[in-house]
């Protein structure tokens, strides 16, 4: 008898660590940060440190709007790193609008490692932070990219702002385990950011675009989001667009528009 005990014992240690390192396994694949601390370059632009609720300590690349342009308060994808988007700084400054690029726990010098819940607190660092500069919620875009979508949606679902911009979104990461990935992958993430449940809490104007070419994130859902979202929205598709093509092909020409069409001063009493 005893020998059985230990023979089950035996099974469930190496079932348990099977497990747990098939679940350790799905979140080195989602998250993949740049060790890479890189300082910025461009003009009116510098690199902020911002503290978390949770002791962390954040890179955050910063450049303060012109009078009554709005800031930026953009969350990056998976493989993020501020030195990637030199274009999409530069249509943001060249318009005279601002940005807060926070750059998540474990990416690109900020301190931790990142999780679900790691990242929905560093998106309300960023937030907080703003807020402390004298930023009202009215001045603050939330937008998101892939991953990072994700994070801003679940902000713009507790937070008031001006408008959240969503670019190539997803539905959730557990819809694309089941699109690509083994049979009961799903079972083994703990991270699962499911935009899908928080989208319909989102009380601001929405854009979102995606490119019908995108290989990384499936066109679709970006438009099963959109047929979440409540009004007022805006869906861009970008034909032949691909994940990381959006701003070189002109997202910030529909950006800027859809921003004018809903003015600063009717978001002010959002709650």
Do not use: C
């Not at 303060?64 to 030195?83: H, K, S, V």
């Not at 474990?106 to 560093?122: M, V």
């Not at 989102?202 to 047929?227: S, T, Y």
Request: hydrophobic residues 40%; without cysteine; glycine residues 10%.
């Amino acid at each position: 008898m005893k020998r059985i005990w230990w023979v089950a014992l035996i099974v469930l240690a190496v079932l348990a660590t099977l497990y747990f390192g098939a679940r350790q396994y799905a979140r080195s694949i989602l998250y993949q940060p740049s060790a890479a601390v890189v300082a910025p370059s461009l003009p009116g632009v510098s690199a902020q440190r911002i503290e978390t609720s949770d002791g962390e300590t954040l890179v955050a690349w910063y450049a303060r709007p012109q009078p009554g342009q709005p800031i930026f308060l953009y969350f990056d994808g998976n493989g993020g790193a501020p030195e990637m988007w030199d274009i999409r700084w530069r249509a943001i400054t060249e318009h005279g609008a601002g940005f807060l690029a926070v750059y998540y726990r474990g990416y690109s010098g900020s301190t931790g490692s990142p999780s679900e819940r790691g990242l929905i607190t560093d998106a309300r660092a960023g937030y907080d932070w703003l807020i402390a500069q004298g930023y009202q919620p009215s001045d603050i875009v939330i937008h998101g990219f892939s991953l990072g979508s994700a994070v801003a949606v679940q902000l713009a679902a507790e937070r008031p702002a001006r408008a959240l911009i969503l670019e190539a979104p997803m539905t959730g990461i557990d819809d694309i385990a089941r699109e690509h990935a083994p049979a009961g992958f799903t079972g083994f993430m703990r991270d699962t950011f499911k935009s899908r449940e928080f989208i319909p809490r989102v009380n601001m104007p929405v854009l979102i675009a995606h490119g019908d070419a995108d290989h990384v994130i499936p066109f679709a859902h970006g438009e099963r989001l959109f047929a979440l979202a409540h009004e007022p929205k805006l869906f861009v598709r970008f034909p032949g667009g691909d994940h990381t093509t959006l701003p070189r092909d002109g997202l910030y020409d529909h950006i800027w528009p859809f921003l004018d069409s809903h003015p600063a001063e009717r978001r002010d009493g959002q709650g």
